[in-house]
């Protein structure tokens, strides 16, 4: 091989390859890569495999063998720095929050080189320590933080003294979504959807559930699809039944092709209490369903253009978002117009588009050299 010409090589590190926001924007990001003749890599530190991807996997999880907890971490550490050293990534792109500073701080520093830490979340401290001290200290070799939206980016510059900030948002695949959103579903009857994770109450579907119960749509037939798995599961269950909303809220745990809930509802829904780009409003958006969303930090005011392809509600107010819903229900023209504009208000997330500026991003790192 010309080492001239050789091709980028490229590491996506994260903790899964299925249920987030950030691992779907790796596992899109892959194939972007790999058709741009990249070789593609992903580590993927624990978990499932569910996402479509491109490119070989290393999952981490193999190497452990032993119950205690710190020598399997121990054993993937050795294994990751071997891995690592001898694939000679140009790029580690990590997807991942940081849960364990010193554990963190040894990867880092000591097995990463040319790392970019994507930020995906407005709780910066999930992958930032809130001590500028040890920020500092554990991203001193870092090459640059990807920042998923404006919000984000513009946190992380308050915040911290760090120079190295870029923003780039989460892509979608538009190609895929209309190959596979027409696909059936197990469901008959007009609904509204929601989605998310049930492991925290990040998403708060108690949020959604109230609003949804004190609506005019139990009335009018419309029922309320929830998709998601999670430890709170049960939770929301019982307040739906406590609501009185047992056979109008239904609970469809994780589902392998959320785009053909989102195709077929009326509107989705969210009331998170924070976000970082919210994947399912840009998600919902090209599936040409128009969106009601809590303006809650960061990313929905990025996304949705009030009254042109959704509405944006008053941060955490749930009798406005009951008044949204109702609204986006009964003005027809309003809900039209908003439909009509979706599909063109998310082409901006689109792949091609995200793509070719982490293409940009690359060759100005490289001009740097």
Known sequence: MNLINKPTKIALATVTLSDGGAERCAATLSH???????????LVFSG??????????????????????????????FHLKKYLKKQNFDYIIDF??????????????????????????????SYIPKNKFLAQLLYKKC??????????????????????????????????INEIKSESIDFEGVFVVAAGSMNKNIKQFDHLIECYSKSNLPEGNVKL???????????WIDLAEKKGQKHNIIFKGNVANPFAYYSKALFTILTSKY?????????????????????CETGPSEIINHLQNGLLVE?????????????????????????????????????????NQWLSLFKQLKNER
Not at 114 to 125: A, F, G
Not at 227 to 233: D, N, R, T, V
Not at 316 to 330: D, G, L
Request: charged share 25%.
């Open 143 to 176: 090459k640059l933080f990807v920042a998923v939206s404006k919000g984000i980016e513009e946190k992380i510059k308050t915040e911290y003294n760090f120079k190295n900030i870029h923003q780039i948002y989460n892509p979608i695949d538009f190609e895929k």
């Open 275 to 295: 976000e970082g780009l919210p994947m399912v409003l840009i998600e919902s958006l090209a599936c040409e369903t128009p969106v009601v969303a809590y303006n």
């Open 96 to 125: 991942r929050i940081k849960q364990f500073f010193w554990q963190e701080f040894i990867l880092h520093n000591y097995v990463y080189k040319n790392h970019i830490q994507t930020i995906h979340s407005h709780k910066l401290d």
């Open 315 to 355: 941060n955490q107010n749930k009798e406005a978002m009951i008044a949204a819903i109702n609204t986006f229900y009964e003005d027809k023209n309003l809900y039209l117009h908003c439909k009509n504009n979706c599909k063109k208000s998310s082409s901006k997330f689109e792949v091609e588009n995200i793509g």
């Open 32 to 42: 972007f890569f790999a058709n741009q003749g990249f070789v593609v890599h992903h």
């Open 48 to 77: 499932k495999i569910e996402y479509d991807y491109s490119g070989e996997v290393l999952h981490l999880a193999k190497y452990s063998s032993s119950s205690f907890g710190f020598i399997n971490r121990i054993r993937r550490f």
């Open 225 to 235: 699809i929830i998709l998601g798995e999670g430890k709170l599961k049960q939770d």
